[in-house]
């Protein structure tokens, strides 16, 4: 390797300058100084220059007369267009959100087993003691599995998941889709 880069290293050596380049020691910190090599620039005449607050105006400059305050800006007034854009828009998106059946949320699976009667049983007591629950049982061969609940959030889903421990303590959140409206 250490081969093939040697004639890259001669062809960078014969490009070099050869007039002698003034360098200067590094500094030892990391602030690098450049004022020895380039002169400063005068930037004054950039530099705005004011007179201090009720001092007279210098010599040979001329007064000018005190300019009148600035009327205050009143806010535009809003146009029926915009308003009537916003409008529809706004229509628009509650036409598209009442189409909306289902969204992210919880369920709690209250049981997973092979035994269709012991679902039912925990079903029975769930929708006897809490019957505005929604329940949801279904069968993948050969496992029954009882859903409880349709909750948007984690909070509410924890809350149910307190209520139903009673019935069935192994009973878990899981994430899935959920019914926003439940009204047919």
């Not at 380049?21 to 004054?44: F, G, N, S």
């Not at 007369?65 to 029926?80: C, E, F, G, S, Y």
């Not at 069968?139 to 809350?159: S, W």
């Amino acid at each position: 390797m250490l081969l093939l880069s040697l004639p890259l290293l001669a062809a960078c050596a014969t490009t070099a300058p050869t007039a002698p380049v003034a360098t200067t020691p590094a500094p030892t910190d990391t602030v690098r100084k450049t004022t020895a090599l380039m002169p400063a620039e005068d930037l004054t005449k950039y530099r705005p220059t004011f007179a201090p607050a009720g001092a007279a105006p210098a010599p040979g400059t001329t007064a000018a007369a005190p300019r009148p305050a600035p009327a205050p800006k009143t806010a535009p007034v809003p146009t029926n267009a915009v308003t009537a854009q916003v409008e529809q828009r706004l229509r628009d998106q509650a036409f598209t959100n009442q189409n909306v059946k289902y969204t992210s949320g919880y369920r709690i699976r209250v049981y997973l087993g092979l035994e269709r009667e012991q679902a039912m049983t925990i079903r029975r007591q769930i929708i006897g003691r809490y019957p505005d629950e929604t329940d949801y049982l279904t069968f993948k061969q050969p496992v029954y599995r009882l859903y409880i609940g349709d909750y948007t959030t984690k909070l509410e889903a924890a809350r149910g998941l307190a209520r139903v421990r009673s019935f069935a303590p192994k009973a878990e959140l899981e994430a899935m889709q959920v019914l926003l409206n439940k009204l047919p």
